[in-house]
């Protein structure tokens, strides 16, 4: 895993801008990169719920993504009314309209080569589908934006405390308690974790502890990087947290 920016994503949006296919410009190639691995998924899942197939679905995510880093940025009062995740949705639903109404063929870029998100290797299709067929009936594409945008959420502050335990030298602990940390896997017992790390089990159970307590920390950074107002970081924690029916 690269190193990841800390800041908003509108700060990265304003970075991606910069981003062209015959330009060496490294930290605009990571911000359009952190972008599409942090919202391909979710605005896939929801092209793929509402009926769109496999291909339009994935052409209609770059074209998205392509459209929204040449615009360069987004409007100031935007910045500060909305938040990211609910701008996302919405810009996406209306580019979906637009493109609807249009030719299939995307003209992009004024003359300029377009953006090309598989240049960036960014092909996310086979990660974005595994869950789909679990899917309810019932649920409905803004649900499941909604759902696999906080299993985003999770999952890149579990990348993130990954490689911190990395770099402190705790790699192998951190491999044999991540179960423990991801809802579904089964996990093994402390004791059998301490057994083949050589420890006591009550270490494990304090190493635990505290990569609960981190993981939260990181959680609670990438939800506040998606606001333009840290007030608003416990609300939409608690619909993280709803969205993942908890």
Known sequence: MSERFHTTRWSLVAAAGRWRPDAADDQARAALGELAEAYWPPLYAYAR???????????????????????????AEQRERDRFRAFVLTAFQRFCANRKAQARA????????????????????????????????????????????????????????????DRAGKGELF?????????????PAHADVAGRLGSSESAVKVALHRLRRRYGELVREEVAGTLADPAAVADELGALLEALGR
Do not use: I, Y
Not at 145 to 160: G, I
């Open 49 to 75: 719920r509402r009926g769109d197939s496999r291909e339009v679905a994935a052409d209609l995510v770059q074209g998205f993504f392509a459209r929204l880093v040449e615009k360069g940025g987004l409007e």
């Open 175 to 187: 491999g044999a308690l991540r179960p423990h940390l991801s809802p579904g896997e089964a996990a």
């Open 106 to 165: 995307l003209k992009r870029g004024g003359g300029r080569a377009p953006l090309s998100l598989e240049a960036l290797t960014l092909d996310r299709e086979d990660e974005s589908v595994r869950d789909l067929a679990e899917l309810a009936s019932d649920e409905t594409a803004e649900r499941t934006f909604q759902r696999r945008w906080a299993l985003q959420v999770m999952e890149r502050a579990l990348e993130r405390l990954a490689l911190e335990q």
